[in-house]
């Protein structure tokens, strides 16, 4: 099936099913969202914040971008800041009680960003100035598993980065007052689409364990390693 035909054809089953067998709670939503968690998660087509977490309509407040990275707090210029846009809708207008970003396994993002092959990396427009934000992952990444496969690289700065973002949310003072007076929470989460498993990050022991998927309290591969060396 053409893929639009699909999307068609997907909105006509929803509308029978899911829309049908909830219209209270779409009569409600029309009128106001009222969403507690924010959710910053990739593009790719694989990771879909609301699948993944069984949410209903209404529950997430949902921002996807090219490997789920926030920028650090930039002056407002005549450059475009969505990412920032739609982190103050959801602070000062949602009042959400958490902020989540969620990175996952096989992110190409990242590969671009580990990758100094022209053709994913440092050719490309937009998507290699946009990775450049999560640099200090990258840094960390070659310094503590610089010797390991490509492979196992891409792996541990896909979790570097999502604590980048963490960091980088701390840099709008709205975000981090917020935090600091325990009204809001950020949280990170990384979901290993092969395994099934959703990691969330640690970060008095600075690692990510197993939320779900596997047995319970297992480190992901790659962030057995997450200290700063001696
Ligand atoms: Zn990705």
């Not at 000062?92 to 671009?112: K, T």
């Not at 100035?129 to 640099?135: L, Y």
Request: hydrophobic share 40%.
């Amino acid at each position: 099936m053409p893929a639009f035909r699909k999307v068609l054809e997907g909105f006509k089953h929803f509308k029978e099913t899911t829309y049908r067998q909830n219209t209270e709670l779409f009569r409600i939503l029309a009128a106001k969202q009222a969403p507690k968690a924010m959710m910053i998660a990739c593009c790719d087509s694989r990771v879909d914040p609301a699948i993944i977490t069984n949410a209903d309509p209404g529950d997430l407040f949902i921002l996807r971008n090219v490997a789920n990275i926030v920028p650090p707090r930039a002056s407002p210029n005549n450059t475009h800041h969505g990412t920032s846009a739609a982190l103050e809708f959801a602070v000062f207008a949602l009042q959400v009680d958490y902020i989540i970003v969620m990175g996952h396994a096989g992110c190409g993002g990242i590969r671009a960003l580990m990758s100094d092959d022209p053709e994913i990396g440092p050719g490309r427009e937009f998507i290699y100035p946009w990775m450049q934000i999560a640099q200090p992952a990258r840094h960390r990444t070659l310094r503590l598993h610089g010797t390991e496969s490509f492979d196992e690289q891409v792996r541990f700065c896909e979790q570097e980065s999502i604590k980048v973002s963490l960091d980088n949310l701390m840099s709008f003072p709205w975000v981090r007052e917020r935090v600091q007076a325990g009204t809001l929470k950020l949280e990170g989460l990384y979901f290993d689409i092969a395994a099934g498993t959703l990691y969330r990050y640690d970060p008095r022991r600075d690692r990510f364990a197993v939320v779900a998927g596997e047995e319970q309290d297992a480190e992901a591969p790659a962030a057995r390693e997450t200290a700063e060396p001696a």
